[in-house]
């Protein structure tokens, strides 16, 4: 592979944190005592199988091709300060993120912007060669009250069930704006905020447009607000209220409530409940949004196995959405290559855990999933969402085999291997989606550079 010598801002600016920090991570109480200066290396193959054909577009040269293969390594080094000592302490974090393309050819790369991908295509519309390389710097003042409150501006990564910030790809996501949080009652936990921009996965820059997963993205969207409150008890009881406003888009409220109770030696069992209501407000750049989805879990552990069954429900002729490429499992069948939220969905979940701890070996586990959904109908669906018009009685399953083990000890303790495999197949008249086989793999190396 050849480098690229273009002159890259962001790239400079991101290996200019990782060799100068060092130097600054040590220092006087305050700012600097509690400071973390951590370097992450990630390793990640991503490659997705079309099986039934010619389903992807190379967006340079507009030929079809039945695969999409990605191999990259991301650095990510996060800097985070103490807090200047007194009543209102203030501090700073930086994170410099860099990626390196180590495989994938120009017919092989998506274009890391509207679909799965790990490396961005050179253009303002993503329709270029792949990028050999790419990297920003993520800097977040922060100002602490009296212990139990936090206010930060920059470039943040909010964690609520209406906007859950996105690292499932090489590089974290990011969004432009201003968060709060307070914990000064036991238990309680309240947070918001107000989003001016994003930076997304692929991204080299903070002023991306916001928008929604399957919407797309707004120019006429300035900001999004949203607010929350967290209960924990006895870490037995777990209950989240959440709400967001995507400006000229919707308002979404979402309600999680989360149980775990022992029953005996080795047995426990778990329950969760997700709701989400979803309108149209201002403009409506969506057109109207009427829409409630719900989930439903049950689990049960035994010693080193649990089972999980779950139902989803999509109340609405237009599926279940979210902030753009902001992603968790925020309904309890969200999966690995279906969201399993199209219009009007009923979807059932099966789950299987093991811990391989029982046998001996600590670190590894296993997750096999079985999700299938049917009753798609997007006949009342609005033209944002024209891909669902044609679908009637759309069906769908998805089968997941994910492997992880981290090492537990040793120099190469919190070294991380995940293998992730899935296989997705649609059936009846569900054209919104494609037959997929999926594989990723994933290396993840932590590193304290405080020990240097």
Excluded: C
């Excluded at 769908?396 to 981290?406: A, F, I, P, Q, T």
């Amino acid at each position: 592979m050849r480098p690229d010598n273009n002159k890259n801002p962001a790239r400079i600016a991101s290996l200019s944190v990782l060799l100068v920090l060092p130097a600054v991570a040590f220092g006087e109480e305050g700012f600097f005592d509690g400071s973390s200066f951590t370097l992450l290396n990630r390793n990640f193959y991503f490659s997705q199988d079309f099986r039934n054909g010619a389903s992807v577009t190379n967006p340079q040269t507009g030929e079809k091709k039945g695969r999409r293969t990605e191999w990259a390594h991301g650095l990510i080094a996060t800097f985070e300060s103490g807090f200047t000592p007194g009543a209102v302490g203030f501090g700073l974090d930086v994170r410099g993120l860099y990626g390196i393309k180590l495989d994938g050819g120009d017919g092989l790369v998506g274009d890391g912007n509207g679909g799965p991908g790990l490396i961005p295509r050179r253009g303002y519309n993503f329709d270029g060669k792949p990028k050999d390389e790419f990297g920003k710097v993520d800097v977040e003042l922060k100002l602490r009250l009296f212990e139990d409150t936090e206010l930060r501006y920059g470039d943040v990564r909010p964690l609520s069930p209406v906007l859950n910030t996105s690292d499932i790809r090489l590089l974290p996501q990011s969004f432009r704006g201003t968060t709060l949080r307070n914990t000064s009652l036991e238990g309680l936990t309240l947070q918001g905020g107000k989003l001016e921009s994003s930076s997304d996965r692929t991204a080299t820059a903070h002023n991306g447009d916001l928008g929604t997963a399957y919407g797309g993205r707004f120019k006429e969207a300035d900001d999004f607000v949203y607010g929350g409150v967290d209960y924990n008890l006895d870490d037995r009881l777990f209950l989240r209220l959440h709400h967001g406003r995507l400006d000229d888009v919707w308002n979404q409220s979402a309600f999680y409530a989360d149980w775990r109770q022992p029953l005996g030696e080795g047995v426990s069992f778990n329950a969760a409940f997700r709701y989400y209501r979803t309108r149209d407000t201002g403009k409506s750049l969506l057109g109207d949004l009427d829409n409630d989805s719900w989930s439903l879990q049950a689990g049960v552990g035994i010693g080193a196995h649990a089972f999980t069954v779950a139902h989803t429900r999509i109340d609405d002729g237009s599926p279940f959405d979210y902030v753009w490429h902001t992603w968790d499992f925020f309904l309890n069948t969200n999966s690995q290559v279906s969201d399993f939220n199209n219009p009007n969905e009923r979807v059932w979940l099966f789950r299987y855990d093991y811990d391989f701890a029982a046998v001996g070996i600590p670190g590894l586990a296993l997750i096999a999933r079985y999700v299938r959904g049917t009753d798609i109908d997007g006949r009342d669906v609005g033209p944002a969402y024209a891909a669902y018009q044609k679908v009637r009685d759309g069906r769908h399953w998805e089968r997941n085999v994910w492997l992880s083990y981290v090492v537990q000890s040793g120099p190469a303790r919190d070294l991380s291997f995940r293998l992730l495999q899935a296989t997705h197949r649609v059936n009846g008249d569900h054209s919104a989606e494609a037959d997929i086989d999926e594989l990723r793999l994933i290396l993840e190396f932590p590193l304290d550079l405080r020990m240097f």
